[in-house]
């Protein structure tokens, strides 16, 4: 059974930091793309950041570019995602995701990602 469990979601001022883990228990192989969305109130689910299977590839959205920097630490099945200079519009519902169907894989679209994880709330207040 495959799980994803995100972590280190919270509540803090613009301009502050948070840093967000998944952690990805029960698949077969380390060989797999990880990303993450971001979903807000009352709008669609947006790619965030993916990172390589050997974490050397990465790829960002403009709107973080530059402010979030994502990682991964294969010994210990996780990814990170660092959060820097936080705005009010990074406030959503952050998810995990896996794609275990593309090992090289880099896709910013959702629907190529098989396992989600449940999410966790990252709320910036002005």
């Known amino acids: 059974q495959v799980q994803l469990v995100e972590s280190g979601g919270g509540a803090v001022q613009a301009g502050g930091s948070l840093r967000l883990s998944c952690v990805a228990s029960?698949?077969?192989?380390?060989?797999?793309?990880m990303a993450w969305f971001r979903q807000a109130p009352g709008k669609e689910l947006e790619f965030v950041s993916v990172?390589?299977?050997?974490?050397?590839?990465?790829r960002y959205a403009d709107s973080v570019k530059g402010r979030f920097t994502i990682t991964r630490e294969n010994a210990e099945n996780t990814v990170y995602l660092q959060m820097n200079s936080l705005k009010p519009e990074d406030t959503a519902v952050y998810y995990c995701?896996?794609?275990?169907?593309?090992?090289?894989?880099?896709?910013?679209?959702?629907?190529?990602?098989?396992?989600w994880g449940q999410g966790t709330q990252v709320t910036v207040s002005s």
């Open positions: 029960g698949l077969t192989s380390r060989t797999y793309p």
């Open positions: 990172i390589s299977w050997h974490g050397t590839d990465t």
């Open positions: 995701a896996v794609d275990s169907r593309t090992p090289w894989g880099l896709a910013v679209v959702s629907f190529e990602y098989d396992y």
